[in-house]
């Protein structure tokens, strides 16, 4: 089982900053891939960040330039810098992690709980 963790959501003003950060625990697998997504009331999933084992980067077009993701491959770990906040980042943000189980070679696609993201304006 894999169990992703995640933390540093919370209230914070338009322009302001927040780092959210996500750890992924368990044994059997190797994630490739691990990333953001956010759902903000009414809307759908979408994804904000993503980061491969190797480096590369993915960013939803309306976080680019604010927000930065990284990665400690050695802790299973991720984090996304907010920067520049806006109320329209308001949302629940959920880690993501991609990759496969050692053992049976299946595909690994997890989620954490979530962590509220709210900017006032």
């Known amino acids: 089982q894999v169990q992703l963790v995640e933390s540093g959501g919370g209230l914070v003003q338009a322009g302001g900053s927040l780092r959210l950060s996500c750890a992924a625990s368990?044994?059997?697998?190797?994630?490739?891939?691990m990333g953001w997504y956010r759902q903000a009331p009414g809307k759908q999933r979408e994804m904000v960040a993503s980061i491969a084992t190797i480096g590369s980067t993915n960013y939803a077009d309306s976080v680019k330039g604010r927000f930065g993701i990284s990665r400690d491959n050695a802790k299973n770990t991720v984090y996304l810098q907010m920067n520049s906040l806006k109320p329209e980042d308001t949302a629940v943000y959920y880690c993501h992690a991609a990759g496969v189980r050692t053992t049976t070679f299946d595909i690994l696609d997890a989620w954490g709980q979530g962590t509220l993201v709210t900017v006032s304006s």
């Open positions: 368990g044994r059997g697998f190797t994630i490739t891939r």
